[in-house]
Structures are given as C-alpha cells and as structure tokens.
C-alpha cells in the first residue's frame, strides 16, 4: 500500500467512526512511521519523510533557507528545531521524499471524541478557494456539517491588530532610523527577522499573528473550546507549537486538507444553504495578498487622524524579503513602514493554496469591496468583541491586555 493509499483508506475508515486503537491495529502490517505520523501528527515535525531521499541533499537540503534539512550518512534528514514550515525544500525536491504534516485525521479524531465546541478559524484567502459555489457562506454550512460548532473570519482579529499596529506606528517613528516592521502575518517574515536580522528586530511591534490573536480571543470567550485553523500556509503548523504561542491553536489544517474532508463528507455546496455572517471589515480581509498589510495599517492610520505620512515597501517571496531586509539593515531605507510575506503573492500564493495566485488575489479584492465597513474601527463585531472581553474602548483594550503581545 502507498502512502497515499494508506492516507485515504485511514481517512474514510476515520470518518466512519472507526477509532486509533482500531486503525492501528488494522493497519498493523503498515509503514510503522506512516501510521504514526498520520495517527499521531503532533509528535512530528511539519515537515515528513514519507520515503528515504539520497539525492544528498543538492535540491531539497539548498532550498532550506533556515538549515533545517541535513544531510546525514548520505540520507537526508529534517532538524525540528529550525523548521519553520516555509515549504521550499518539499516543493524542491526532485525525489518526491518529503511531505508536509497532515493533521486531518486528528482533526476528525477532535469532532468526534471532543466533549467541546469545536471552531473552524479560516484564514483571510479562503475566499473563492474551493470554488465559485463554494461561498463565504456556504463554506460555514459545510463546517457546520462536517462537526465543527462555528466558522470564524480570522480577518476580524487582522482587524484588531491593524488598529494596534496602526496606534504604534508613530511610536515607532520616533525610534532611531524612523520606521516600522509589520509583525502581523507571516511566521517565515518573523523567523528570518529574528534569526539574521537582529539588529532591526526593536522596530518589529510585539504583536501575535492574527490566527494566534483569534484562537486566544476565542478561547477567553468559549472556556475549555478547542480551535482548528484552515490557511494555506504549511507555516502556521510550527507557528501554533511556537513557545510562547502554543494553546491558542490546537490543529492547523491547509486548505488541501480542508478539500480532502469536504471529500471524505461528500459535501456538495451546490446543494448547501448559505448561513450568511460578516466579521471583518475590507481592512482585515486584505491582510490575505500581498500589500493588503500595508493598505489596511496606511488606511487606518489616517481614519485616525495620525499627523504623520505612511510611506509603505512590501516585499513578496523569501528572496525579496531576504532582499528587503538587507537594504533596511544597510541603512538604505526608502519608506518607514516595512511589509514581508514569504509566498509570492501574500498568503494566496501559500503552498497549500487550491487557486492560482492571480486568480486568489482578485478573489481576495473582490471579497473587500463587498465588506460593509472599510476600516476596522467602523466594524461593529470588533467593539462587540472588545467589550465582551470586558473593555470598554478600543484603547483600554490595546493598552490593558496582554492576549495581542508575543515575545520578540
């Protein structure tokens, strides 16, 4: 049996209620690391070996911008401890011997054994991903059936840091040098931030992401729930074991993992009815492309009425960013608000996206003229999230909570 074979017949037998004492003993004859990467994703790294690589290293070992994969007794070998997930070595290698961390039958182990709520948190380029059919609205029906007890739009906590990040961008102004780095999408972006570019690290903002933002909003709300977040990125897996950073999220599934259980359900959206809610304003829904950061933090700045000019640069692609980065650190700065997203495109070029990244991004505009509020101090669920957390302005909120804050 292939590892792809064994991957699909674990997935129905999963769904039809079978349980993992029950899978493992069927499966007994079954690749024992197989078995338990699929069983037991958590207690590997985001990145697999599904069979053994001995090109030594010349595709997948040079693709690895961080150092994570090693070349050990002619065999190819992943360090966890510096795999951030960006997935160039999986997409680099020419033997097809490494794949990414599958968490769908785990998440299918979490709807039915969970005494919990459940919630599907889907990041900002879901829109348009599983089809034309397949809206916004829709796609909450389709959650809804698989098991999980709600969708939420991880855009309207991209709302709520676009308003932190946006108070601190004059703060950050006055610092020397005069400008900001966003720290609000991309785990890669931070990584390569924080591992060689230290010395502009104090112009990074101490905020979480918008997943982390969510899954720990979510959860103050919802004691005890547990939280799945659905992107495209193979990133926001090590993202949400980061120390730190772990509990807000409990699975992270790609939007090909997503297909697979709409696939497993045999969820036909055509037929579903539309269960209509809207979450965030245009701002956070942006956060989804590249320079959608940079518009949704200028827009806000000046719905606030700072008295200072935003003069935004973006980068797209590890070797922009890279690029980008090295300018900064050389003093050859050309604006002062600094975003970098690792995938070409933003977050709809992820490796796991299921639309090409022209046809994602136009989805992703499209989206934002249709939100009814531009900015995120317009947006109605933002204030009533805030004073359900028991403050009553957004800036009692920014100044007297801890739950936006990371360690840099």
């Known amino acids: 049996m292939t590892w792809n074979e064994l991957y699909w017949d674990i997935m129905y037998r999963k769904q039809k209620g079978e349980s993992i004492e029950e899978l493992e003993e069927r499966f007994s004859d079954a690749d024992r690391s197989h078995m338990d990467c699929l069983l037991h994703p958590e207690k590997h790294a985001v990145v697999w070996n599904v069979k ?3 090109c030594t290293g010349q595709d997948c070992v040079a693709a690895c911008i961080f150092q994570a994969m090693e070349v050990r007794d002619g065999k190819v070998s992943l360090n966890p401890e510096k795999c951030t997930g960006c997935a160039e070595c999986i997409e680099a290698c020419q033997n097809e011997s490494l794949d990414f961390s599958k968490d769908t039958v785990r998440v299918l182990e979490l709807l039915k054994e969970a005494q919990e709520p459940v919630y599907a948190l889907v990041a900002p380029a879901f829109v348009g991903q599983f089809g034309r059919e397949a809206s916004p609205a829709r796609i909450r029906t389709a959650l809804k059936q698989i098991g999980f007890a709600g969708m939420i739009e ?4 991209a709302d709520i840091l676009t308003l932190k990040e946006s108070l601190e961008f004059k703060e950050n102004l006055d610092k020397p040098g005069g400008f900001q780095l966003t720290s609000c999408c991309c785990p890669v972006w ?21 997943m982390i933002a969510c899954g720990r909003i979510v959860k103050e709300l919802h004691r005890d729930c547990k939280t ?3 992107g495209p990125c193979l990133a926001k897996k090590a993202e949400a074991r ?32 539309e269960d209509s809610k809207e979450h965030a304003a245009a701002a956070g829904r942006l956060y989804a ?23 935004p640069v973006y980068a797209n692609g590890v ?38 990244v022209e046809e994602g991004t136009q989805m992703v505009n499209e989206y934002a003229a249709q939100a009814s509020y531009a900015t995120p101090g317009e947006n109605p669920y933002v204030i009533d999230l805030i004073q359900r957390l028991g403050f009553d302005t ?8 801890r739950i936006l804050t990371r360690e840099l």
């Open 228 to 230: 799945v977040f659905i």
């Open 394 to 401: 957004v800036e009692h909120f920014l100044e007297g909570s």
């Open 52 to 54: 053994d690589c001995d």
């Open 190 to 210: 931070i990584a390569l931030i924080r591992r060689d570019f230290q010395k502009i690290a104090g112009h990074l903002p101490p905020s979480v992401s918008p």
């Open 319 to 356: 070797e922009q960013c890279k690029e980008l980065l090295g300018h900064i650190l050389q003093g050859e700065i050309e604006g002062n608000f600094y975003e970098g997203m690792a995938c070409p495109g933003g977050c709809v070029g992820g490796p796991k996206r299921l639309k090409d």
């Open 242 to 273: 980061e120390k730190g950073l772990e509990g807000a999220i409990d699975c992270v599934l790609t939007f090909q993992e997503l297909e697979d259980l709409f696939q497993v359900f045999q969820i036909d959206f055509s037929r579903l009815d």
């Open 289 to 311: 492309r590249s320079g959608g950061v940079s518009r949704a933090i200028r827009e806000c700045v000046d719905s606030l009425g700072h008295h200072c000019e935003m003069k």
């Open 154 to 157: 991880v855009a309207a906590f």
